[in-house]
């Protein structure tokens, strides 16, 4: 109930949303007239309309996402036309002849102003295809939660109250709205200047999402965005699960719950299958990480160091692999990683998160700390408060009866990638390339699954990124359709890391990276030279720039020179 309620009032807030502002004149176009005949109807179609679209698009079809988009350029033609209705009553006439013909049969009988219901309705179902693009955190929330969990009829139905709550806060906008024209009619008689005027909008508003101003321009001019409230009514409804306490050395660890079932991994490196079962006695430490993921790759070097200096003290370290991107199920690939970054232990690949949703997990890495008995005493999330981990490991083996456990601290002194991240809060946040969760893309709109020629601008504002070149963006991806293409994000942190994977073939992809315009220097990363050259051998996660000194503001760019390379997303550090 709590979660139909959050979309119902992000529904409610997307009225604020700068992308909806396009749409807003094809609502009040009809606010004038009978609002059940014309407003309701509009409303529910338009409602409808954009579930079933995001429904699909939830569903991951990329036939779905593809029809959207011709859908979309038919509804333009259809209101660029309500447009020249509205300019000129001659083009109205011509126009409305069929529909009102169409009508007539339908419904047996239309308005004053031949105007029907299906009609309405129809207008409706144009301006959603219009309106299902727009997505603020809480849509996102919802899809994303669509895409991990699987389809299901709690997934439609949250959509639909999400739309539920857009059309009413537009419903009262419309009769609001019809009062207004009412009486500026009745004191001006300026009724027809009043239909021009709306007919000119509707074709700004058209020209504005031809353009892609109602996901570019918009969203970055309008003091209107309704990001920050959603996110807010996010935190306050369903807040974040409160931080571990911090523990004292030898206070007691309470009991949070039984260990889940293995029984879901799809695959086991290292070891046969384990059991919960068959861990009992062990003092269990369950890491959940994906091999691209700088959080997870910073904090393995302590899970493995744990691993090496506790193991013959009955800790057993379990990583539960539960991948991000699809790259990361494949079997070949989190072989390869497990052992390019030296991991030992045993690891479960769970590519249907079916052990993550027994242990109700949200985030990677997380780490669950498990007693001989098989009970959870205590979890991390992230990075950090290593020392207060150990701790816990040897409390759990202490209270198992193990002694004359290791003295100290582990101290990996990780390199590269695996070093520690610099604790700039200010840094830029993890930003994905693929449609799906794109953020702060300074190119006008994303073509969705089409080839698309991207003409970077002359200026990016600070986290905002863009395309430049022939790419096809996917998504969870983009990838380049021609050599030559670039991205480029003006950033803020220490370092930057971009997951890459070559083509289809197989093939390295060489590219090229400067800083400033300039190639790096000393500011390379681990996967680069000094003049900034490298090259995409596999599907992982690349350090581009590590910065010698300081963590402030810079430009990034990136040029591929051979085409196919696919890119999925940045962190920093």
């Not at 079962?277 to 959080?295: A, E, H, P, Q």
């Not at 985030?363 to 950090?384: M, N």
């Amino acid at each position: 109930m709590i979660v139909l309620i959050l979309a119902y009032l992000g529904g409610v807030l997307t009225i604020l949303s700068p992308c909806i502002l396009p749409v807003l004149p094809f609502v009040f176009a009809r606010a004038d007239r009978p609002f059940m005949r014309n407003g309701l109807p509009m409303l529910l179609g338009m409602a409808l309309t954009f579930a079933l679209v995001a429904t699909l698009a939830a569903l991951g079809g990329g036939w779905a996402i593809r029809a959207n988009q011709y859908g979309r350029l038919i509804a333009l033609a259809v209101l660029a036309v309500l447009g020249l209705t509205l300019l000129s009553s001659h083009v109205a006439e011509w126009v409305s002849r069929p529909f009102v013909a169409l009508g007539n049969k339908l419904s047996q009988r239309s308005d004053a102003e031949g105007d029907s219901v299906f009609s309405a309705a129809g207008l409706g179902i144009a301006t959603g295809l219009l309106w299902a693009p727009c997505a603020g955190p809480i849509l996102g929330l919802l899809l994303t939660g669509a895409a991990l969990n699987g389809a299901s009829v709690q997934t439609t139905l949250l959509l639909l109250t999400y739309a539920a709550g857009a059309a009413t806060s537009l419903a009262l906008a419309l009769v609001v709205g019809g009062k207004v024209f009412s009486v500026m009619k009745r004191s001006l008689g300026a009724g027809e200047w009043v239909r021009r005027a709306l007919g000119a909008l509707v074709l700004c508003g058209v020209a504005a999402i031809a353009l892609g101003l109602d996901t570019g321009l918009l969203t970055r001019v309008s003091l209107a965005s309704t990001g920050g409230i959603e996110q807010r009514l996010i935190n306050a409804v369903k807040p974040a699960p409160a931080p571990q306490p911090m523990l004292k050395q030898g206070d007691p660890l309470p009991v949070e719950g039984e260990m889940p079932s293995l029984s879901g991994a799809t695959a086991w490196l290292n070891s046969p299958p384990l059991t919960a079962m068959s861990l009992r006695g062990k003092v269990v430490l369950v890491d959940f990480w994906t091999y691209s993921c700088i959080n997870c790759i910073r904090a393995l070097p302590y899970v493995r160091a744990w691993a090496d200096k506790y193991k013959d003290h009955g800790l057993v370290v379990l990583g539960v692999h539960a991948p991000e991107f699809a790259f990361e199920k494949d079997l070949g690939n989190v072989t390869k990683a497990v052992k390019d970054l030296g991991v030992t232990y045993p690891v479960a690949l769970d590519n249907d998160y079916a052990i993550w949703k027994g242990f109700h997990n949200e985030y990677w890495p997380a780490h669950y700390f498990i007693d001989p008995k098989g009970q959870i005493r205590h979890h991390h999330f992230g990075e950090g408060e290593y020392e207060q981990s150990e701790d816990v490991i040897r409390q759990l083996l202490t209270e198992a009866g193990q002694t004359n456990l290791p003295g100290g601290y582990v101290n990996p002194n990780a390199q590269g990638a695996e070093a520690a991240g610099s604790g700039d809060y200010n840094r830029s946040s993890e930003t994905y390339v693929g449609y799906a969760r794109a953020q702060n893309f300074a190119g006008g709109q994303i073509a969705h699954d089409d080839s698309w020629t991207y003409r970077a601008p002359s200026t990016l504002l600070p986290n905002q990124w863009t395309l430049d070149g022939q790419w096809s963006v996917h998504d969870e991806s983009a990838q380049l359709d021609r050599a030559g293409g670039r991205i480029i994000y003006r950033f803020r942190g220490r370092d930057l890391h971009l997951v890459l994977g070559p083509g289809s073939d197989g093939k390295p992809a060489r590219f090229r990276v400067r800083i400033d315009g300039k190639a790096p220097g000393a500011d390379h990363g681990m996967d680069i030279d000094a003049g900034g050259n490298g090259s995409v051998t596999s599907q992982r996660l690349y350090q581009l720039v590590r910065q010698a000194n300081g963590s402030g503001e810079r430009l990034f760019e990136i040029e591929f020179l051979d085409p196919g390379v696919r890119a999925y997303a940045f962190t920093f550090g």
